[in-house]
């Protein structure tokens, strides 16, 4: 059997199979990478980047991204990501601060709403007409895009639901990440959703075959997305006190560069772990930190992040695959 560890005759020490540290080198590159990248810019900064402010810096930073790693990981696990997720926070934000005003319950209901409506309509569409996911959420994210400037009309940006804005603070943001983490943990791993989640990514044909309810599958993972989109809308006005058409401005793109720097497959599949989440939303803003600490201009560390991520992606994907053939 290819993995099962041997012992040779006359040696007490044992013999690993063949590939069985390339695996091991795959499972552990999230914190690895993280790793490198703290142990780097601490030497080029000569210990700043661990002062005490700067590691909270890196964590307040994280925390968007954290959470919004953690719901759209049921979609990444598929193999398949959800582009309108920028336009859906900043569309849930505003309406749900001019459904809500003042009042706490009625701004959370119809923040959540908003953006479990979209999660609806892109996990309708997804799963009943065969789209592909770049394409349809992509075309969605346009159409609400186009429709934030009309909303906000004469105003630059909307004022915050003052109860919920007096929630800002690490000790709420620590409950949120304790909570999220924990819930999503125990679905993700523990749960048959998670399990068919992650046998989605090897096709339809072979999920139901597995046994997996498709539509009902690929239709849910959407709807966590836009559930998620919702809990980010609340989270940035609450941090912000203010909402506009720039809230969440680029958050599909940058969970993505979060979730590649973290060895997240993007096919998906069993190698979707809750871990990618953290250490790279970590790795990606110690990353940035680190530039900026050095001095480099923007511009520059556009090009230092395309390199790495380019690598990470690249090679992680090459390193997969050879330790899933062996």
Partial sequence: MPNMRIK??????ETHYKGYWLTKFVDFFPFLGFLAIVLV??????GRMFSWFNIKTIWKQSFLYIVGGLGVIFCYAQGVHDFSLASNIALSAILGNMIGGDSVVLTIIATLAVGAAVGTLNGFLYATTGLSDFILTLCVNYLISGSLVTLMGDNAY???CPGLIGLNGQTFETIVILIATVAITYVFNYTKYGR???ALSAGSV??????????AVKFSAFLIAGITAGVIALLSSIRAGTVSS???????????ICMILGGMPLTGGKDARIVNVFFGALGCMALTNGMVMLGLPSRMQDVVKGVVFIIVAVGMTRLRDKANAI
């Fill in 246 to 256: 720039g809230t969440g401005s680029m958050f599909h793109f940058n969970i993505m």
């Fill in 41 to 46: 810019f601490g030497i080029a900064t000569k």
């Fill in 196 to 198: 068919h989640c992650k």
């Fill in 158 to 160: 909307l004022p915050g």
């Fill in 8 to 13: 040779p005759a006359g040696s007490a020490r």
């Fill in 206 to 215: 072979a999920a139901v075959q597995c046994g997996v309810n498709v539509r």
